[in-house]
């Protein structure tokens, strides 16, 4: 079992930036890789990235790509999305989640289906 708490969510202006953090227990933090999703009312949960279980591999989706930054402490068990020149689009929901099978690394990490644990959830609202 793993256990997946984020924090870091809240109010910001367009343009502004929010680091979001993600504490894990349960299981050895850097055996599995960590995603970042997100989900806006009324829309599906989509990806916007992942890192490997070393740190050494990360993933982003188009949208974020040159504004997000995933990283990860396996000292702390805590994986962080630094989130830059934020836009009113970015609002959601924003999810971390934690995957065994491709702890290495890989496209597959893209999938939401791929991973095992899911945290509650944190808000980032951006206003206009």
């Known amino acids: 079992q793993v256990q997946l708490v984020e924090s870091g969510g809240g109010l910001v202006q367009a343009g502004g930036s929010l680091r979001l953090s993600c504490a894990a227990s349960?299981?050895?933090?850097?055996?599995?890789?960590m995603g970042w999703f997100r989900q806006a009312p009324g829309k599906e949960r989509e990806f916007v990235a992942a890192?490997?279980?070393?740190?050494?591999?990360?993933y982003y989706a188009d949208s974020v790509k040159g504004r997000f930054t995933i990283s990860r402490d396996n000292a702390k068990n805590t994986v962080y999305l630094q989130m830059n020149s934020l836009k009113p689009e970015d609002t959601a929901v924003y999810y971390c989640a934690a995957d065994f099978t491709y702890a290495s690394g890989g496209y597959s990490l893209m999938w939401a289906y791929e991973y095992d644990y899911w945290g509650q959830g944190t808000q980032v609202t951006v206003s206009s």
């Open positions: 349960g299981r050895t933090f850097s055996s599995y890789a």
């Open positions: 890192i490997n279980s070393s740190g050494g591999r990360t």
